[in-house]
């Protein structure tokens, strides 16, 4: 009788070399095989989202630093824009202006023709009065021409007054009327003059109350020529009874000659001035 021979510890052996593994750690492994995928993957996914929201975030800080510099050329568009049309207005006012200043010259330009005009018209009319005068006032043709009323003698005109004023009044009278009291200076003056005053006293502008000594009324100096005055005259009397001061006002006597008065007296005077030439 054979008795078979099982070697157990093979078995065992064998049992234990094919035994299965743990099923509890190889379900662990591939777990974690199965899981570390997608966590990488949603790792990788994270930080590129964040990544990309990390680059959105500087590309949308780019574009609203682009955007407010874009709105800030806008802006200083505007207002150079605003600029030149202000700048355009304001050409076109100046060139209004400039347009209404041309007219207004134009007009002048007009105004000043027509004064020209009206220049050479008064000159025909001064012509024509001279020629007027000179033969209301029987004055020879050359000579100056002398207002209605005056004498024509050389290149003067002599005013007799037929009625009396103190020397003062005469004075302010012949001053008003672009004359002053006659002044008298050549031979051929007074010959002329007192040639219309004989027979009655007449002032002339002669006086020594400015200064004490006599002078034209133009403030000339007057040297004095006896055979011009009354004899004993100037004696700048003082009991005239006319009032404070002497005598300090010349006249021409009924022959011609001077003699000194209180200027308050009343008396015809003689006014001159210069004639024109037609
Ligand atoms: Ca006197």
Redesign the pocket.
């Known amino acids: 009788m054979t008795t078979e021979y099982h070697d157990d510890t093979e078995d065992e052996s064998s049992s234990f070399w094919n035994k299965e593994p743990s099923p509890v750690s190889f379900a662990g492994v591939s777990r974690l095989r199965r899981w570390l995928f997608p966590g990488l993957a949603a790792a990788f996914i994270l930080i590129l989202i964040i990544a990309v929201g990390a680059s959105n975030t500087k590309t949308s800080n780019r574009l609203w630093s682009m955007e407010k510099t874009v709105a800030n050329l806008t802006d200083s568009l505007s207002a150079a824009l605003q600029l030149t049309s202000d700048s355009v207005k304001e050409v076109n006012r100046m060139k209004f202006a400039v347009d209404n200043n041309r007219d207004q010259l134009s007009s002048v330009s007009e105004a000043l023709k027509q004064l020209s005009v009206l220049d050479t018209l008064s000159r025909t009319v001064a012509t024509l009065k001279c020629s007027f005068e000179r033969y209301m006032n029987n004055g020879t043709a050359g000579a100056a021409c002398c207002p209605v009323g005056w004498n024509v003698f050389t290149t003067s005109c002599y005013y007799f007054s037929k009625v009396t004023m103190s020397w003062h009044d005469a004075r302010d009278w012949c001053n008003g009327r672009e004359s002053h009291l006659a002044i008298l200076n050549t031979d051929e003056e007074w010959d002329f003059v007192t040639g219309h005053t004989t027979g009655a006293f007449h002032w002339v502008g002669l006086t020594d109350e400015r200064t004490g000594r006599w002078e034209w009324v133009n403030q000339t100096p007057y040297i004095i020529n006896r055979r011009r005055w ?1 004899p ?6 003082t009991h005239h009874g006319l009032g404070r001061g002497d ?1 300090d006002c010349a006249h021409l006597h009924n022959d011609g000659r001077l ?3 209180h200027c308050s007296t009343k008396m015809r005077y003689v006014c001159q001035r210069h004639g024109q030439r037609s």
């Open positions: 009354m004993g005259q100037p004696d700048s009397w005598e003699n000194d008065l």
